[in-house]
């Protein structure tokens, strides 16, 4: 069935084989987890599939060491509940015991998509970070910063962009291009930027050399391997290689990949109950027959049913879920009320994560690196 | 006689015509400067011979408004002869009422020639630092820094690096190849971080808008026409468009151009008088005849007579130096006797200089912009 599919930073087409992408990119499968991990859904269902140097992560777990979960995000567009898998993600590893270092890619927003810093800003809040907090980040432990503000502290402000500056010499304009495709100097500044984002937390100035984490979707495997050899060449700090997870993507209504850019592919966490089943209703893909008779007779494809999908993600009950695999196989169940399920389920969580995103606001400065930067009316710039 | 020569921030060669050099680059001549600046032998002797928009600066003079002089250093082999002649244009400005920025380019020789910036540090202090206060920069309204350590203050330095990000926007390879000749990530990152030096200044965080003067030899020029281009393009931030100056290069001992990297070319001002006086005997290129009759009935020519060109930079007194020049045409003055007059000269110097650079070290923390950066034995990187 999966016979031509694209996943590169900038192209995710086709029908994906997550088997045949961990032999390409050279992963390895994410297998003999610890109690702790398979305790989560994510990684019990192999929603988590593959890995890099996982085992140093393992390890520090094991010791009793600390380590970092770092992650970013490019903000634009609405946050969706494809974010909201990566955010469980990031609150898992806190759970664990993570520091978690968060970057928000508004450099790279500025030179990739003509964003100014002011909208980028907006967007992260709005969008992201009470979002985040909503859905149980803790402050704790936690730093989410600007690309273009990191820091409230000058020496690790400093750190940070030194770090940028230095790691340039170690990169060549090939690299740029498997990372973006084409490469501009704009570009080329903010992958720079961004390998910082993922080894500044070794830095002195942060929390020294510790294993690092970043979970991603393997289009982004580009930019992890960049960082890893920008690291590996670096001769003025030693840095501990990076490990990296690979989750699978969240699809979209329609089958392909969930993208902020197209409204009708996302269910975004601030949409109404209403909103979000007229979209369910129209949009999600069925994987049922063509006709009741049909579907009873034959059953449907729960793999390729979106709404089956989604409840992969939202429904916590094994049993539960394997018993809707069942009913929709068989053919008890119809692609109605596959999607009513769904509804129901998603209409308790948005209820509930509104409810708690409202609360949010009123903490955001708990959890930004450069807090009193945060109200806009203190702003200057 | 000046036929082919070549003035390029990588190459500078053959006879300077400074005259062509100002019609080539478009250049506007240094003339009908105020008394305060033809008091200074620098500009009455035209060694300071075209600008760009150099009216900025005198109407702020004019109307008593802030400006700022914005220079940099290259921390890389001896403070030489050469370099004390920009360092009293700095002094000079300051005597006006500039605001002095000067960087220590530690990123850029960290790309260009691979020095770490410990190693650049290290001589940006002893070579450069020290001369310059022993040379008579004040440290009010003087800020030096460091290009990978801006500021000790995080808004500063997250404006400075953030602007250098910012920038990479409005600039194209081919324009940093004009700079750079070759272009690498690394001299990109340092192209950028240095038009970030000359525009910070008129960040909200810095000065504000203010006018701006970069003091540089031509070769230097395809940098300030690039931080020019960028300030022009950059939509967020209005600034005012980069004055700068041009001064002829201090000849080196054999005539060619004095540079740091080839010891018989200059002379250094922690040489000592005995090391000075051997330079100038063995090395300083006589514009003498080959004999003493010769020279007796035909004269000397001053003009390429390199003890008697620095004269032009170290004697004060206009009076003597034409009649040293007069004596040196007319053949009354021996080649010998005229590096004899520069050894005298060269020697109070030194020796005055010596003595107050000593007296320098302990107030370097004056002058740094992370002056608690400075102690060595403060320092964990």
């Known amino acids: 069935m999966a016979e031509d599919f694209v996943v590169t930073p900038w192209e995710v087409s086709g029908e994906i084989d997550y088997g045949k992408l ?3 990119f050279g992963l390895t499968p994410m297998d003999d987890l610890p109690k702790a991990f398979t305790d989560n859904l994510l990684f019990r269902r192999k929603k988590v599939f593959a890995h890099r140097d996982f085992s140093k992560i393992l390890s520090a777990m094991k010791e009793r ?20 898998v990566l955010a469980r993600q990031m609150i898992f590893y806190q759970s664990l015991g993570a520091k978690l270092y968060v970057a928000v890619a508004d450099i790279e927003a500025f030179h990739a998509r003509g964003q100014s810093l002011e909208e980028s800003r907006r967007i992260a809040v709005e969008e992201y970070l009470l979002n985040y907090i909503a859905l149980g980040l803790k402050p704790e ?5 600007f ?18 500056n230095l790691l340039a010499k170690h990169a060549t304009f ?32 942060f929390e020294g050399v510790v294993p690092v984490v970043v979970p991603v979707g393997t289009d982004q495997d580009p930019h992890l391997r960049l960082a890893r050899d920008l690291a590996s060449r670096t001769k003025s700090h030693h840095f501990t290689t990076l490990a990296s997870t690979y989750h699978v993507f969240v699809p979209g209504l329609g089958g392909g990949k969930m993208s902020s ?33 049909e579907h009873r007779k034959h059953g449907g494809n729960p793999d390729v049913d979106v709404a089956f999908q989604y409840l992969t993600f939202f429904e916590e009950d094994d049993g539960k879920l394997a018993k809707i695999r069942h009913d929709y196989t068989s053919g008890k ?13 998603l209409n308790a969580f948005l209820a509930e994560h509104q409810r708690k995103r409202e609360l949010a606001r009123h903490r955001l400065h708990e959890y930004l690196a450069t807090p009193e930067e945060f109200a806009p009316h203190k702003r200057k710039r």
């Open 22 to 24: 961990v032999k390409e």
């Open 65 to 84: 060491k600390p380590f970092v979960m770092m992650t970013g995000l490019m903000p634009t567009g609405k946050f969706h509940i494809g974010h909201a």
């Open 141 to 145: 432990r936690c730093e989410i910063y």
């Open 147 to 164: 690309q273009s503000d990191r820091s409230s502290d000058a020496k690790r402000a400093i750190a940070y962009y030194r770090l940028q």
């Open 174 to 205: 090939n690299e740029f291009k498997a990372v973006y495709g084409a490469v501009s100097p704009g570009k080329m500044v903010a992958a720079l930027l961004q390998a910082a984002d993922m080894l500044h937390p070794q830095l002195p100035e």
């Open 261 to 293: 850019s197209d409204e009708h592919s996302f269910i975004a966490l601030t949409d109404t109950p209403k909103e979000m089943e007229r979209k369910v209703k129209k949009y999600a893909f069925s994987g049922g027959r063509e006709s009741v008779d």
């Open 333 to 345: 169940l119809l692609s109605g009320e596959m999607k009513a399920i769904l509804i129901e389920t």
